[in-house]
Nanobody, 123 residues
Framework: QVQLVESGGGLVQPGGSLRLSCAASESSAFFSFSALAWYRQAPGKQRELVATIATGGRTNYVDSVKGRFTIARDNAKNSVYLQMNSLKPEDTAVYYC???????????????WGQGTQVTVSS
């Protein structure tokens, strides 16, 4: 009934930038109660936590992306974003958003995942 949908992935050259977006499939769903996160998974590797943002706005990043990636949220749009700058080939992966909890239709939905969006960094 409610899903997360990622967008913004694609092919970019090393040093380039991409902005990933994630939003609820239903406009009446609410992100405001949820911690939000971006994960990524490269071929043959386990899914890796990249960035988190708490309900109060506190952010955390994996060391490999610090200074290059920025996570942000917009509760009014029920969206979370990942701005990725100075991209490296090592950033190539499928990127997934995650919501700890969403309120929709009078119910709570926990630990929701998007389908993923492909990011490829290559010359």
């Amino acid at each position: 009934q409610v899903q997360l949908v990622e967008s913004g992935g694609g092919l970019v050259q090393p040093g380039g930038s991409l902005r990933l977006s994630c939003a609820a499939s239903e406009s009446s769903a609410f992100f405001s109660f949820s911690a939000l996160a971006w994960y990524r998974q490269a071929p043959g590797k386990q899914r890796e936590l990249v960035a988190t943002i708490a309900t109060g706005g506190r952010t955390n990043y994996v060391d490999s992306v610090k200074g290059r990636f920025t996570i942000a949220r917009d509760n009014a749009k029920n969206s979370v974003y990942l701005q990725m700058n100075s991209l490296k080939p090592e950033d190539t992966a499928v990127y997934y958003c995650n919501a700890d909890r969403i309120r929709y239709g009078g119910e709570w939905f926990s630990n929701l995942w998007g389908q993923g969006t492909q990011v490829t960094v290559s010359s």
